[in-house]
């Protein structure tokens, strides 16, 4: 089963609005972290913004916010204002379990800003 | 701030040849590495962990002879693709675990096998 799904396969928004990108997980440990990640198509993987599981506000960097909502397992990105250089994919991860390490990664979501 | 070296960028290499991909932590030590494989347009996948000075832990399906892990010390791990094939292109990228949390990713490498 996904333990990470980003049901948007792509996003078209219009240059100055906020977007928000979709993210849910599944897990079973009270104790996990969630990652966003944006890959521009050099391929790089730029940290964008943090949640740890009991981390009671929600998570802000900038025009970077997580919508983290914990009943229903969902941890959206929203993008303020957004910028024709948001236009990359995007991806949601989560480290689960007290001492884990690896991150599992959702299938990524293409935005692309139109000016 | 931490910073992932990791080369080469991109190779070419001829089927039934061996490809050495390094990652490299410049400024810090990185006692895990992981290995990610992404092909185009999808997602990031696990090949396997490394800890420094031990074996590396692979995800299942992943084949360790053909993957081999090296992580001898703590600012360097190696990725070797051995007797590559055209199966084997894609883009491999590593992962540095911090001591005191978060992840740094290296640049990526884009492997073409002809």
């Known amino acids: 089963a996904q333990k990470i799904t980003q049901t948007q396969p792509g996003m078209f928004v219009q240059e100055k609005e906020a977007v928000t990108l979709d993210c849910t997980y599944d897990?079973?440990?009270?104790?996990?972290?969630l990652f966003w990640y944006k890959q521009p198509s050099s391929g790089e993987m730029i940290f964008l913004i943090y949640?740890?599981?009991?981390?009671?506000q929600n998570a802000t960097e900038g025009r970077y916010s997580l919508n983290f909502q914990k009943a229903r397992k969902s941890a959206n990105l929203v993008i303020s204002a957004s910028q024709l250089g948001d236009s990359a994919m995007y991806f949601c991860?989560?480290?689960?379990?007290?001492?884990?390490?690896?991150?599992?990664f959702g299938q990524g979501t293409r935005l692309t800003i139109n000016p | 701030g931490a910073v992932v070296s990791q080369h080469p960028s991109w190779v070419i290499c001829k089927s039934g040849t061996s490809v050495k991909i390094e990652c490299r932590s410049l400024?810090?030590?990185?006692?895990?590495m992981f290995w990610y494989r992404q092909f185009p347009k999808k997602s990031l996948m696990l090949m396997a962990t490394?800890?420094?000075?031990?074996?590396?832990?692979?995800e299942q399906g992943v084949e360790k002879d053909k993957f081999l892990i090296n992580h001898a010390s703590l600012t360097l791990s190696t990725l070797t693709v051995t007797s590559a094939h055209p199966e084997d292109s894609s883009f491999y990228i590593c992962?540095?675990?911090?001591?005191?949390?978060?992840?740094?990713f290296g640049s990526g490498t884009r492997l073409t096998v002809v």
């Open positions: 992962s540095a675990l911090r001591t005191q949390g978060g992840y740094t």
């Open positions: 897990t079973s440990d009270q104790s996990y972290g």
């Open positions: 949640q740890g599981s009991y981390d009671e």
């Open positions: 991860a989560m480290r689960e379990g007290w001492g884990a390490q690896k991150l599992v």
């Open positions: 400024d810090f030590q990185a006692t895990t």
């Open positions: 490394s800890n420094e000075g031990s074996k590396a832990t692979y």
